[in-house]
């Protein structure tokens, strides 16, 4: 088992290397999409604990947009936050109870643009292993771990496809036991697992 110093730096490398932003659009090039409105920026945190586990979110079904799906702790950014890394430590202390000063930034990854007309940078952060979580009800039904590992390794990932206001749209998935991760979630760590060597 890697060390935590030696996790971190593995983690830099790959930020690093990413360079590509993404979108739940890229598997979807001949997609033609209706005039949207301006993009509204957002933040979410790839939080990873010192034993290489994975934080993520199960949101709540009572939730508008995106009930029930696998998530990173975020949100959108407040006319308040300092800046992007403020809004994803803000959110994970607001959905799972993550203070941050039990964070330690490692910088942030290409930013990812949603369906939902949100682009959202991906903030990456260690954070000591065995701490507990508490999930905000309104927001998150379930606060859960995957291992990294899994999520780094591109062979875990698979292509699968439903149909979305009248034609098939493709996205990422990485199936992690109960969790059905795909969508944004699953394009942002592909990003990631890409340049994991």
């Known amino acids: 088992m890697q060390s935590p110093d030696e996790l971190k730096d593995k ?4 930020m690093k290397a ?18 949207r409105p301006a993009l509204k920026q957002a933040a979410v945190l790839v939080a990873v604990t010192e ?5 993520l979110t199960k949101r709540s079904t009572r939730l508008k947009h995106h009930p029930g799906q696998i998530a990173f702790p975020g949100g959108r950014r407040d ?40 682009v959202a940078t991906p ?9 507990q979580y508490k999930a905000e009800v309104g927001e ?20 699968e496809g439903r149909h ?3 034609t098939r749209r493709h996205y990422y998935t990485v199936p992690y036991g109960p969790y059905y991760i795909w969508g944004a979630t699953a394009r942002m760590l592909r990003g990631l697992a890409e340049q994991w060597t």
């Open 51 to 55: 034993d290489a586990q994975l934080i």
């Open 140 to 159: 998150v039904a379930e606060v859960f771990t995957v291992p990294l590992s899994h999520v780094m390794s591109v062979a875990n990932f698979a292509i």
């Open 18 to 35: 990413a360079r590509q932003t993404s979108s739940d659009f890229d598997l979807n090039p001949d997609l033609v999409l209706p005039v």
């Open 79 to 118: 006319e308040t936050d300092r800046d992007l890394v403020h809004t994803a430590l803000r959110e994970a202390e607001e959905e799972i109870g993550l203070n941050p000063q039990n964070v330690s930034v490692l910088g942030e990854l290409p930013f990812h643009e949603t369906v939902t007309n949100y």
């Open 11 to 14: 983690l830099c490398r790959a």
């Open 123 to 131: 903030i990456v952060g260690i954070v000591p292993a065995g701490l």
């Open 164 to 166: 979305w206001q009248g």
